[in-house]
């Protein structure tokens, strides 16, 4: 069986709220949690109301790695 690039599922750099939370596997509400508390950085403003997260960022605040492929 061959790979092909289909087969790769590459983690975005940057994800929104509601793809982080089902990528780390956590509520909406825990994120904005983890934010008040410091745990994790806060989002990136891209317009009035888009906010992105670098997941790299969040995963080594979180975890002290990166857990992202690619």
Same mark, same amino acid.
């Given at each position: 069986?061959?790979?092909?690039?289909?087969?790769?599922?590459?983690?975005?750099?940057?994800? #929104?709220?509601?793809?982080?939370?089902?990528?780390?596997?956590?509520?909406?509400?825990?994120?904005?949690?983890?934010?008040? /508390?410091?745990?994790?950085?806060?989002?990136?403003?891209?317009?009035? #109301?888009?906010?992105?997260?670098?997941?790299? /960022?969040?995963?080594?605040?979180?975890?002290?790695? /990166?857990?992202?492929?690619?």
């Amino acid at each position: 069986m061959t790979s092909t690039l289909n087969d790769k599922k590459e983690t975005p750099k940057y994800m #929104r709220a509601t793809q982080l939370v089902k990528h780390l596997g956590i509520g909406k509400s825990t994120l904005y949690y983890y934010i008040k /508390e410091n745990k994790i950085p806060k989002g990136k403003k891209i317009s009035e #109301r888009v906010v992105v997260f670098e997941v790299a /960022e969040v995963e080594k605040a979180l975890f002290g790695e /990166e857990l992202s492929n690619g």
